[in-house]
């Protein structure tokens, strides 16, 4: 007995359905690979970016310095306002055996301009605890930061790591988020040098 048309039609529809049932696995499984693929090439990135952020960190630490013997030198002879008072309160701290064996372990060049007056500016260059003060902001310094004195002092108190976060809602701390929103703060280098960055700041904080 000849398959009545209502049977053809269910006949051809299956065949339909099931084509494009192999048609929507199939492109489900390339999706599938496509996107195992973007992860895999995503993993690969950011272990490149990864290695490459290690690789930055160790170069900008540079070469391990030779423990110095606590002097600090000006480079200049007229030394200006800054420089003197950076100077001598280097020399206080490198009075402290702690802060020279802290010192001991700087590899770095720091600038400090006040924004307020872009004269009052200094360096100080560490090469352990040997260290060079200079009047201005010297050519190609590691690390810059342009801020209000007053400022800079406060942020020798933030701490680190966890304690910064505590130390953000304090007083000091909000003057300091302030100034960063409205660009009174402004730090270069501070990123590609961070391990020299958080020993310059520890220098900095008050023992005690």
Same mark, same amino acid.
């Given at each position: !007995?000849?398959? /009545?048309? *209502?049977?053809?039609? @269910? /006949?051809? /529809?299956?065949?339909?359905?099931?084509?494009?049932?192999?048609?929507?696995?199939?492109?489900?499984?390339?999706?599938?690979?496509?996107?195992?693929?973007?992860?895999?090439?995503?993993?690969?990135?950011?272990?490149?970016?990864?290695?490459?952020?290690?690789?930055?960190?160790?170069?900008? &630490?540079?070469?391990? +310095?030779? +423990?110095?013997?606590?002097?600090?030198?000006?480079?200049?002879?007229?030394?200006?306002?800054?420089?003197?008072?950076?100077?001598?309160?280097?020399?206080? %701290?490198?009075?402290? +055996?702690?802060?020279?064996?802290?010192? @001991?372990? !700087?590899?770095? /060049?720091?600038?400090? =301009?006040?924004?307020?007056?872009?004269?009052?500016?200094?360096? !100080?260059?560490? *090469?352990?605890?040997?260290?060079?003060?200079?009047?201005?902001?010297?050519?190609?310094? @590691?690390?810059?930061?342009?801020?209000?004195?007053?400022?800079?002092?406060?942020?020798?108190?933030?701490?680190?790591?966890? &304690?910064?976060? &505590?130390?953000?809602?304090?007083? @000091?701390?909000?003057?300091?988020?302030?100034?960063?929103?409205?660009?009174? %703060?402004?730090?270069?280098?501070?990123?590609?040098?961070?391990? =020299? !960055?958080?020993?310059? &700041?520890? %220098?900095?904080? +008050?023992?005690?």
């Amino acid at each position: !007995m000849p398959a /009545s048309p *209502r049977g053809k039609e @269910d /006949s051809v /529809s299956k065949r339909k359905r099931r084509k494009l049932e192999a048609l929507e696995a199939k492109r489900e499984k390339k999706a599938a690979k496509r996107a195992r693929a973007r992860r895999r090439m995503r993993r690969l990135f950011l272990l490149a970016l990864a290695g490459g952020a290690a690789a930055a960190v160790k170069k900008a &630490q540079g070469p391990k +310095p030779t +423990p110095g013997s606590g002097n600090v030198t000006m480079r200049d002879a007229e030394p200006g306002p800054l420089a003197y008072m950076m100077g001598e309160m280097v020399k206080g %701290f490198l009075a402290e +055996p702690a802060k020279k064996a802290l010192a @001991d372990r !700087m590899n770095v /060049s720091v600038a400090i =301009q006040d924004l307020d007056n872009p004269d009052m500016a200094a360096t !100080m260059i560490f *090469r352990g605890s040997d260290v060079e003060v200079a009047n201005g902001v010297i050519e190609g310094v @590691d690390i810059y930061i342009g801020t209000e004195l007053a400022l800079l002092l406060a942020l020798s108190g933030a701490g680190k790591g966890k &304690q910064i976060l &505590q130390w953000l809602k304090t007083e @000091d701390g909000k003057k300091v988020l302030n100034a960063v929103k409205s660009g009174r %703060f402004k730090v270069k280098g501070a990123l590609k040098n961070a391990p =020299q !960055m958080a020993l310059f &700041q520890k %220098f900095l904080t +008050p023992t005690g």
